[in-house]
């Protein structure tokens, strides 16, 4: 099936779709951001093709999200390290990690928590307003036009 | 090709990719988001082929985030609206969104400002903890097993 491409929408969760929303690429960033940064730390982490996961390194190299560099030369061996545009998916991450772990976690619990070093405590990331601080949410929030409509 | 579940996987971003990581969903949610829920406006705004709506709109009421209601009787009209586990998606869009307008928009800028209500700004939304208010970012956090580990 050809795939259109989202770019071209004047939106930019389709535009960041058309990069990061294939499946396995956000999972690829959420290990990059654990420090699981070698082509074959990746494979087995993920348990994808290795085809398939060039691939996709390649596209995320070639939007400037994530860096390759040689660590072994003998036999050659790479390694992919996040760019500050990588890094800069932190909260796109986070947010999705929150939501699995009120959704879809169960009685179990979160598989994972994150420390907020700052203060120490394990914190559910919130999303609040750059201007004010508060709490942004779909029912205190209205979209309008910006300069790039 | 046989998609892999992400369910089984013990992370929460790999759980919720399995549902809502499809490449259309995130828009749906989107347009739901702004009130664009009956199928002939998704179907428009999306450009999508109506069999493949129709499939992703079931997936979404199968997992409890959008709910079927019908409109008119004749002839026969669906809308689909946010449940609360749907409403919670809000800070996954938005996270996509703030990356988006920051890496993607260029020099027009975004196309889409949020006004924050109660302080009414335009707001470029920040992630911060829940326990101390401060901003989490992947420099100032580190993930620990959580009791669903």
């Known amino acids: ?17 058309d990069i990061i929303g294939e499946w396995w690429t956000p999972l690829i960033i959420r290990d990059a951001f654990v420090g699981q940064v070698r082509f074959d730390e990746l494979q087995r982490s ?8 060039a691939d996709r390194l390649a596209t ?13 030369e003998r ?3 790479d390694e992919y390290v996040l760019t ?3 890094r800069d998916l932190f909260p796109v991450i986070a947010a999705i990690t929150a ?16 420390v907020h070093e700052p ?13 004010c ?3 942004v949410s779909l029912d205190n929030t209205s979209p309008t036009p910006g300069p790039g409509a």
């Open 1 to 17: 099936m050809q795939r259109t491409s989202l770019a071209g929408m004047h939106c930019s969760v389709a535009r960041t779709l």
């Open 46 to 53: 993920l348990g994808i093709a290795r085809n398939v996961l």
């Open 60 to 72: 995320l190299v070639a939007h400037g999200i994530l860096e390759r560099r040689r660590y072994d």
């Open 75 to 77: 036999p050659p061996r």
């Open 84 to 86: 500050q545009k990588g």
């Open 99 to 114: 939501w699995g772990d009120r959704w879809t976690a169960g009685e179990a619990g979160p598989p994972l928590l994150l």
């Open 119 to 131: 203060c120490g405590q394990a914190a559910t990331v919130r999303t609040t307003c750059d201007q």
């Open 133 to 135: 601080g508060e709490l």
